[in-house]
């Protein structure tokens, strides 16, 4: 018999069916676990539900939605000041300023839903659109008007599950890609991934090593991140404020909270010269592949001490040492991370304005929305 999905929306963790976890297979970030991160930690501009899709009585499908105030945001980014930059701020804060996405605006990836072994794709995602023209409802009941709607992150592949009739109105798009390191079964330590560079990129990996001198790595435990709560959120927002676009800006308690909840599972690496925290990077081990997290850096020394390319080594040591398949570097900094030999992997997403007259033009709007990233891709292997 040819069963309805029907869906349920969730405000809060205690609310969700006992069994949910175990539908977190493909991915941590759907886990009970870090949708308390997010419940207890998420930006202050974020709203965030949790979906349940439902054959019958049973949970076959788990999905999460952010809904983003961008008119409470002090800054977009700062780095690039120029004209477009100011059109497309004007464009945010009267068009786009509340924005719902369907998945998870602080990570790369298909973050968006998992569903059970067997479940029937096509209809859960039909189900979802249902979940999403609620959630609009809910909001709308609220006094707060949807401007942009979005699924967000899909490879390829993912993406053509959504050529369905309710997404006929949608704008296909991409954005940076999503830069992934495989890590090659040949490798058994730090020294096999050098050996495998071309001469060039030895050399680099060398130069970076020698500028390191005289800096100290830290893993940090929660009572040392905690006691230094205040100099990590400097770090961090040091870094966020001067990236070229951002839509939200973490909470101070963000990276204790993971802590807390994660605890083994979430790394957290402070960088020192003697006792002064001078950056840091976080980790997530999700599964066999790692996926790399926030950071924060005093900008002056990470150029004197070439810091992030430096962090970037001691991610790829660290994942090959403990047997991870992969890492997910993410997006922005494309090119130094394609020169430690993240590859790019293009991402693909779903965007609808809510304004009938606005929405055929979304493929220009777009352009505005989101910052071009002109770069040069390397191959650092032999």
Known sequence: MNTAYSFKIYNSTTELPSNWSDLAT??????????????????????????????????????????????????????DKCIKTTVRNIVFRNFA????????????????????????????????????????????SKGITIHITTYKDFSKEEIQKFSLPEFKNEYQFSTQPNMIFSISENWKSEQNYIDSLSKKYRDQYKRARKKANGIEKRKLSLEEIIAREDVIYNLYFHVAKNAPFNTFFLPKNHFRVFKEIFQDKFLFYGYFIGDKLIGFNTLIKNGDIMDTYFLGYDDMIQREHMLYLNMLYDM????????????????????????????????YGLISHSNSLVNPYMSKIFKYLEPESIWQERNPFK
Do not use: W
């Not at 999905?63 to 002090?74: H, I, M, P, R, T």
């Open 26 to 79: 493909s991915t941590i970030f759907l886990s009970l676990n870090y949708l308390q991160v997010l419940e207890q930690s998420s930006p202050s501009n974020m709203i965030c539900h949790f979906i349940g899709l439902f054959e019958n009585e049973n949970l076959i499908g788990i999905a999460v939605s952010q809904f983003l105030d961008l008119n409470k945001l002090e800054s977009f980014g700062e780095r």
């Open 97 to 140: 300023s509340q924005v719902l996405v369907v998945g998870n605006n602080m990570l790369t990836g298909q973050n968006s839903y998992s569903l059970l072994e067997g479940t029937n794709e096509q209809k859960a995602v039909q189900t979802l659109h249902a979940a999403t023209v609620e959630l609009k409802k809910i909001f709308k």
């Open 316 to 347: 790829v040591a660290y994942s090959i040492n403990k047997n991870f398949n992969e890492i997910i570097f993410a997006r922005t900094a494309l090119e130094i991370k394609s020169s430690v030999g993240a590859k790019p992997v293009k991402m």
